[in-house]
């Protein structure tokens, strides 16, 4: 957790981590909610945006379409005020959040970017072990698909070991010697 100068816990972590979004494949972080974290409203840290465009290229920030605005609010219970909202929010990647404590130029702008960055970095090392456990199933996966084929070999050659099969030597000779006496 984030501390404040008294020692007090300032934001969860868990709280920060589910306010980061996936939109476009960017995991980002919504205007509203990085404001409320900043200690600004929404208005001023989009006004700093405004004044500082030049600092937030496409990677850094985008505003999301009013197609994807009514999903983020269909989604999000905590952004149901932006159903309201006649703007479209601005969303922000790991560096733009980063750029933004940079142009608000707070301590607790700085405090705060710092452990959304942090939080930012447990999740994509968590995505990544995820991968690599994904990677590891996969690869134990053809191992058994592999294993399983050589057992059904060896049991196919198990089986033509065990199919009976006509006996020679000296039932048959038995049988010719009785078939010719009958005649």
Do not use: W
């Not at 404001?35 to 920030?61: C, D, H």
């Not at 452990?115 to 996966?141: P, T």
């Not at 070999?153 to 006496?181: C, W």
């Amino acid at each position: 957790m984030s501390e404040n100068n008294n020692g007090k816990p300032l934001v969860p972590n868990e709280l920060i981590a589910s306010r980061i979004l996936l939109i476009r494949d960017y995991k980002v972080m919504i205007d509203s909610d990085i404001a409320e974290l900043y200690g600004v409203t929404t208005k001023r840290l989009n006004q700093q945006v405004n004044r500082n465009i030049n600092r937030f290229p496409s990677n850094f920030m985008f505003e999301l379409t009013e197609a994807e605005k009514k999903e983020v609010v269909a989604n999000c219970n905590h952004l149901k005020n932006l159903k309201f909202s006649s703007f479209l929010p601005k969303v922000f990647t790991e560096h733009g959040v980063m750029m933004l404590a940079n142009v608000l130029r707070s301590e607790r702008a700085t405090t705060m970017s710092v452990k959304i960055i942090e939080i930012f970095i447990e999740m994509r090392e968590a995505i990544i072990d995820n991968l690599n456990l994904k990677l590891d199933i996969e690869e134990i996966k053809k191992k058994l698909t592999n294993h399983s084929k050589n057992i059904e070999l060896v049991f196919n050659y198990l089986d033509e070991l065990t199919v009976s099969r006509p006996k020679i030597g000296l039932q048959l000779i038995i049988k010719i010697y009785a078939t010719f006496l009958c005649t």
